[in-house]
């Protein structure tokens, strides 16, 4: 399977500050990818460079195979929806929808219409007073009616109520399914997303710490709570992600492989040993990072 993104040892620096610090990961084309990590991560840097609206300081940031930079072949296949995306004073809805198609050769008008019904997006205010739940629903009809080869998703539900969360999803999969493309999505709602990913590339402090299709990811941490004399035993000479701590009570997060032989052993009494969740295991990396990895350590981190 070929690659939609291909990124190489890419970093951005701002000034003194570094956003990304040689990152390294690809996503397959057909695929939708969760990219994860709390703010300031570097999420939105990447998705800039991925949508040819930034460069990198170094590395190579490549889309179906061409850098996207100031390539107008290859932002024809791009759709990037931002949660800032800005708009004209006077532009009403019909202003937003006339002018999308003009920069979306694939634009879909039935998917668009569903859409705006189910958001039930005003029509007679400027977009200028949108709220921030409208403006996102804007975003979603643009970035899912594009039917772009690749969408780019920055936390594109802000604002949105349960019912206009569960639209999106639904329409997302079911168009997905009617016309494959690669989706890059943004997202801290990681529980209710969940389900739409096979893949997931999760970043902390600008660095790639998990690369990983969706079951690989689901199983890279494991969390051992219990006694904490009791829990630093069952944890030692492993990598550990972080840990709470609330008296003689502790709870530490390590990171883990497939098949890992701690999930299936019988730990002291008193103990529990269980399988984090992937919002576990993002926020687990987004606490703490391990001062030291072994070559090993890295492999099942990372892989």
């Given at each position: 399977?070929?690659?939609?993104?291909?990124?190489?040892?890419?970093?951005?620096?701002?000034?003194?500050?570094?956003?990304?610090?040689?990152?390294?990961?690809?996503?397959?084309e057909?695929?939708?990818?969760?990219?994860?990590?709390?703010?300031?991560?570097?999420?939105?840097?990447v998705?800039?460079?991925?949508?040819?609206?930034?460069?990198?300081?170094?590395?190579?940031?490549?889309?179906?195979?061409?850098?996207?930079?100031?390539?107008?072949?290859?932002?024809?296949?791009?759709?990037?929806?931002?949660?800032?995306?800005?708009?004209?004073?006077?532009?009403?809805?019909?202003?937003?929808?006339r002018?999308?198609?003009?920069?979306?050769?694939?634009?879909?008008?039935?998917?668009?219409?569903e859409l705006?019904?189910g958001?039930?997006?005003?029509?007679?205010?400027?977009?200028?007073?949108?709220?921030?739940?409208?403006?996102?629903?804007?975003?979603?009809?643009?970035?899912?009616?594009?039917?772009?080869?690749?969408?780019?998703?920055?936390?594109?539900?802000?604002?949105?109520?349960?019912?206009?969360?569960?639209?999106?999803?639904?329409?997302?999969?079911?168009?997905?399914?009617?016309?494959?493309?690669?989706?890059?999505?943004?997202?801290?709602?990681?529980?209710?997303?969940?389900?739409?990913?096979?893949?997931?590339?999760?970043?902390?402090?600008g660095?790639?710490v998990?690369?990983a299709?969706?079951?690989?990811?689901?199983?890279?941490a494991?969390?051992?709570?219990?006694?904490?004399?009791?829990?630093?035993?069952?944890?030692s000479?492993?990598?550990?992600?972080?840990?709470h701590?609330?008296?003689?009570?502790?709870?530490?997060?390590i990171?883990?492989?497939?098949?890992d032989?701690?999930?299936?052993?019988?730990?002291?009494?008193?103990?529990?040993?269980?399988?984090?969740?992937?919002?576990?295991?993002?926020?687990?990396?987004?606490?703490n990072?391990?001062?030291?990895?072994?070559?090993?350590?890295?492999?099942?981190?990372?892989?």
């Amino acid at each position: 399977m070929s690659n939609a993104i291909d990124i190489q040892n890419l970093s951005r620096s701002f000034g003194r500050t570094t956003a990304l610090d040689d990152v390294s990961f690809s996503v397959p084309e057909g695929s939708i990818c969760g990219l994860l990590g709390r703010n300031g991560a570097g999420k939105t840097t990447v998705m800039s460079i991925i949508a040819g609206q930034d460069r990198p300081s170094s590395g190579t940031a490549q889309v179906f195979g061409s850098s996207p930079f100031e390539n107008a072949a290859t932002l024809a296949k791009i759709s990037y929806v931002r949660d800032n995306q800005r708009y004209p004073d006077d532009y009403y809805l019909r202003h937003v929808l006339r002018i999308a198609p003009e920069f979306a050769p694939l634009w879909n008008s039935a998917v668009a219409e569903e859409l705006l019904e189910g958001f039930r997006i005003p029509t007679k205010t400027p977009v200028k007073k949108f709220s921030r739940g409208q403006l996102s629903s804007v975003a979603i009809v643009l970035g899912l009616a594009s039917r772009a080869p690749l969408t780019l998703f920055d936390e594109p539900y802000l604002g949105l109520d349960v019912t206009a969360r569960a639209l999106f999803y639904d329409v997302l999969l079911r168009d997905y399914a009617l016309v494959p493309r690669t989706i890059l999505l943004s997202t801290h709602l990681i529980e209710e997303s969940e389900a739409l990913l096979d893949h997931v590339v999760i970043l902390d402090k600008g660095k790639v710490v998990v690369n990983a299709d969706i079951d690989e990811a689901r199983a890279g941490a494991i969390i051992v709570s219990g006694h904490g004399a009791a829990v630093d035993r069952l944890t030692s000479g492993r990598t550990v992600l972080n840990t709470h701590g609330i008296g003689a009570l502790k709870s530490v997060t390590i990171a883990g492989i497939a098949n890992d032989p701690l999930l299936d052993s019988i730990p002291e009494p008193g103990v529990q040993v269980t399988a984090a969740t992937l919002q576990e295991l993002v926020a687990a990396h987004g606490a703490n990072t391990p001062a030291t990895l072994s070559a090993l350590d890295t492999e099942e981190v990372t892989a």
